[in-house]
């Protein structure tokens, strides 16, 4: 049984509801009311009630040709108000575009929630190739670069709690799922102030990120630059390197940041690996 089934506060019909929302993804952009009954194991004429709702009030929306159902653009106004509502992305816009506009690839910003990364801003340019990181998309922090920069800079027994929480699944074949390893890359990319991940998450791309600290000196964002490796020119990666810490830098002090990172207890296993 779900725990959330066990909790007496959680209204059952709002969360079959938000079931129905979360069904819809990359991989299942339409649904029809069998479709949704069998994923959430319920009756179809409870399901008819619940979309009808959600319809009603523009959550989600019938294809006429179809009628077959898609989430609606009250999902976009709501997020939208959201995005508008995180300060981070505001202060983090102008420094992003000039990051893009030096590079001539696209820019990434993302956080920390909980055990996932989440994209909150994207700027393309013209010859941005289709990587599928869109705005309020999740992953993995253990696969990618954004989450590789903020947990290289997370007090250690915060970064082995996130990542003994989820399953450190294989996005490719090149993906680091072993936690010493992990521990190891993070204690090089903090000495560097920038992280890389080369073909971790999606084959064809490596990406380069650099943590963002508040005003704590606790890193609560990222931001990276996006290669496909069929352009990528090898001798620029450092250079690159050294623009996006240069970037993340300024948008932390932007955000009040004044102080040096504190030193975080990497394990000596760790310590001594880069160190040999």
Not at 223 to 237: G, H, N, T
Request: charged residues 25%.
């Amino acid at each position: 049984m779900d725990e959330r089934e066990k909790d007496p506060r959680i209204i059952s019909s709002l969360q079959r509801a938000l079931d129905i929302l979360s069904l819809f993804g990359p991989q299942t952009p339409e649904l029809g009311i069998t479709d949704i009954a069998k994923a959430l194991n319920l009756h179809k004429s409870t399901v008819s009630g619940l979309v009808y709702t959600l319809e009603r009030n523009g959550y989600i929306s019938q294809n006429p040709d179809n009628r077959r159902y898609h989430l609606g653009l009250q999902l976009v106004e709501r997020a939208g108000v959201l995005l508008d509502q995180i300060e981070i992305r505001k202060i983090a816009m102008p420094e992003l575009e000039v990051l893009r506009d030096w590079s001539s690839e696209s820019v990434n910003l993302a956080i920390l929630e909980e055990n996932q990364i989440i994209y909150i801003e994207r700027l393309l340019t013209d010859k941005s190739l289709g990587f599928r990181n869109h705005i309020g998309k999740r992953a993995w922090p253990h696969s990618t670069a954004l989450g590789k920069a903020i947990l290289s800079h997370l007090p250690q027994q915060q970064t082995l709690a996130i990542l003994q929480s989820y399953p450190l699944e294989s996005m490719t074949p090149n993906t680091i799922t072993d936690i010493d390893h992990l521990l190891q890359q993070f204690a090089l990319f903090r000495r560097q102030g920038y992280a890389i991940e080369r073909e971790e998450n999606e084959i064809g791309g490596l990406c380069i990120s650099a943590p963002i600290h508040s005003y704590g000196a606790r890193p609560i964002a990222a931001v990276s630059i996006s290669f496909p490796l069929s352009r990528l020119d090898e001798a620029i990666i450092a250079d690159c390197g050294a623009k996006v810490r240069e970037v993340a830098r300024r948008i932390s002090v932007k955000l009040g940041y004044t102080l040096e990172p504190r030193e975080l207890s990497y394990s000596a296993e760790a310590q001594g690996a880069i160190g040999s």
